[in-house]
């Protein structure tokens, strides 16, 4: 059985690097110590998954399909430190000394990558492990599929979505169609929060239930009456796992240890 550890590169590297970066060090000294950090948080993600395969996935953060179809797309977004950006190359070479190949893309979200890959390994009945703190990967969650929050050290699993969002992984879209996802910039269903997504889509299960759905309940008209809103939000949320790859999983095995 193959185990492929995907790690989500630029969530785990900004993390490290906000760590070194409020150590008073001066930025040159701050990305030499994330380079460490990352070398020794990789190793011990490789002991505790033992993975068969791994790969780093990034992105260039790109203007990508997202930004094109909504211009406000992340836009409050804090922008990578020039220092760390200038950095990224010695990061990826981090990881190749570790026998784990680096995908850099200039085109796709990393995010789409990573559920393209998760999702092609799966179909195959094989495992994987995401590392990651990003939520919107549980819309991914299966048998086949797992996502460990390294820094806060818990899965992302069944349990964890049940009690954070109140529905089923397969619904988490649907969810965030009607909430929005404040951190993106991407606006939901104006009046609709958390408790009153989980109660409609407990009852009526979709998205596209609802705004079929012939109802007097306050709450389905809000949703009826924002349908084109809460539409787009599900096509940005949704992540794509159509991408053309390039590669193969027996690209991506690991070296024998030793």
């Known amino acids: 059985m193959s185990h492929l550890l995907i790690i989500d590169a630029l969530n785990l590297i900004r993390r490290i690097h906000a760590v070194q970066a409020g150590q008073s060090l001066t930025p040159d000294k701050a990305v030499i110590a994330t380079r460490a950090t990352l070398l020794n948080t990789t190793r011990k993600?490789?002991?505790?998954?033992?993975?068969?395969?791994?790969?780093?996935?990034?992105?260039?953060?790109?203007?990508?399909w997202r930004k094109a179809r909504f211009p406000a797309?992340?836009?409050?977004?804090?922008?990578?430190?020039?220092?760390?950006?200038?950095?990224l190359e010695s990061l990826q070479d981090a990881f190749w000394e570790l026998g784990i190949d680096?995908?850099?893309?200039?085109?796709?979200?990393?995010?789409?990558?990573?559920?393209?890959?998760?999702?092609?390994?799966?179909?195959?009945?094989?495992?994987?492990?995401?590392?990651?703190?990003d939520k919107g990967f549980c819309q991914l969650l299966c048998p086949e599929i797992r996502i460990r929050d390294y820094f806060n050290k818990r899965w992302l699993d069944l349990p964890f979505?049940?009690?954070?969002?109140?529905?089923?992984?397969?619904?988490?879209?649907?969810?965030?169609a009607l909430t929005g996802v404040a951190g993106?910039?991407?606006?939901?269903?104006?009046?609709i929060g958390p408790k009153s997504a989980a109660s409609l889509l407990q009852a009526h299960g979709s998205l596209a239930a609802l705004l079929a759905l012939q109802?007097?309940?306050?709450?389905?008209?809000?949703?009826?009456?924002?349908?084109?809103?809460?539409?787009l939000a599900f096509e940005l949320v949704r992540l794509r796992d159509d991408i053309e790859l390039g590669f193969n999983l027996k690209d991506l095995r690991l070296p024998p240890p030793g």
């Open 102 to 133: 680096a995908l850099l893309s200039e085109t796709d979200e990393a995010d789409d990558l990573i559920a393209t890959l998760a999702r092609k390994v799966a179909r195959h009945g094989q495992c994987v492990t995401i590392v990651s703190t």
């Open 184 to 191: 993106s910039g991407i606006k939901g269903v104006p009046g």
């Open 45 to 64: 993600l490789l002991n505790q998954a033992t993975p068969t395969h791994a790969i780093a996935v990034f992105d260039a953060e790109v203007t990508g």
């Open 161 to 176: 979505v049940e009690s954070q969002f109140g529905v089923t992984p397969t619904q988490l879209v649907d969810y965030w």
């Open 215 to 231: 109802s007097d309940d306050k709450g389905v008209k809000k949703v009826q009456a924002h349908g084109d809103e809460a539409r």
């Open 73 to 87: 797309y992340k836009e409050g977004r804090t922008p990578m430190p020039p220092e760390l950006r200038a950095g």
